[in-house]
């Protein structure tokens, strides 16, 4: 498998993908380790986690310079990722105590009732490339954490930092065989498929996912889909600094060149406030360095997969041929690199597929509205479901616009975030299931009723 860095099209490394005997063997090491790791005490687990994170930190500038070189992100880009997960993993570290516990419900007499939490046992997690150490940490960190050996299939888009993560994990004093990374493409995650683990944990597009699950059913084991979006933004008509709002929602839109699940994918904008809106939202997107991802204050790099290209462009022509206006950007950049500009697109209608189908790069869609009413039915209508924002001056406005759209997380006056206190989970195309909070905790664990009479 030849790894390729987006930015020079140079081949960097060529690796050996595992094979069916390579895969079969680690997941028998995995097995029998996993009985072990299930027994050390989790205060034990929870100090090796705690380790791995300050090498995440020691090795940030190697890692992040790593990271860039195969996926193509801003340096910058790639710091703030590594420093973002380290603050995932101590969320997750400080309250593993507190939700992995056993729990004693019913003490009455001599009757005891108690929840205890045990591991699922050997977990599979196939991930995606556009925020490895992010959406890795998110599955394996707490999978870990509840005394589960893992199986990681970093995406083929971002093996070298899959395989960093392993050898610091190792580091921090995970045993060898409780963590071990399979390395391939789709022929490779076909393989983990056929293999009887104890629960499958995807994060990566709703057409995979859908793939996984129906394969994954007849296990009946745990599968739980992290996937893509096409998340809603809606400006109203009371927002106060209207340039802040478009520098902060833009950034939504083109964070990590919209190669984010919860990027901005669809923007509405209370007429009242439209044509001032879409102004310094242009002046945003112009102002913005596109070049080399190692350059300094570069904000635009190239996308990390080249067939991307090419489907931005065909998003751009059904927009133009279907009425809408490209104010900026609209087509690659000629030259060495997977670089396409940011685009910013209006009068933009539902009929596009730029509204409907997740674009997964630097182009946005705006639409104008001329009510709350109208931006809701058009925020609801939608396959997915993982995001959706409201920037308003009003927050019960905005909560009930919120409340009223089917997504896993609202946002108001922020966007395109994530807590680690807080579940991340999607509706409909976005999947289910949840990762982070307690919930993400808990997700890889099974609860055991314990009745005690004596
Ligand atoms: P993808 O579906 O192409 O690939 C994801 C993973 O699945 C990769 O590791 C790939 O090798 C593997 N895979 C592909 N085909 C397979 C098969 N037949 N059997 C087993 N494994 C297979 O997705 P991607 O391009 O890596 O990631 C981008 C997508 O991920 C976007 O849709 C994005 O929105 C989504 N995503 C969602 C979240 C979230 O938390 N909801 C986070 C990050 C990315």
Redesign the pocket.
Known sequence: MKIVNPATEEVIRDIQEDSPDSVNQKFKLLQVAQVDWQKITRAKRIEILRTFSDLLEKNVEALASILTSEVGKPLQQSRNEINGARARIKWLTDNADKYLADEVMIQEGNLTERISYEPLGVVCN??????PY??GV?VFVPALLAGNAVMY??????TLTGLEIERLLKQAGVPNDVFHVAV???????L??ELPFNGYF????????K??YE?VAPKMVPCQ?????KDPLYVADDVADIKAVAASTADGAFYNNG?????VERIYVNEKVYDQYVDEFIKEVKSWKIGKPTEAGVYIGPL??KDQLSFLETQVQDAVQKGSKVLVGGKRIDGTGYYFEPTVITNATHQMSMMRE?S?GPIIGIMKVKSDDEAIELMKDTEYG?TAAVYSNNQSRAENILEQINSGTGYWNCCDR?SAALP???RQH??FGA?LSHAGLRAFTKTKAYHLRG
């Open positions: 196939i991930s995606a490339w556009n925020y992010l959406v998110n299939k970093p995406s083929e888009y971002s391939g493409a789709r022929s490779v995650g076909e983990l498929l995807f994060t990566g597009s709703y057409k995979t996912g793939y996984i394969k889909l992290e996937l893509g979006g190669q984010s699940c919860c990027a990390s997969r997740e997964f993982l994530v991340w989970s999607g976005s999947g990762t």
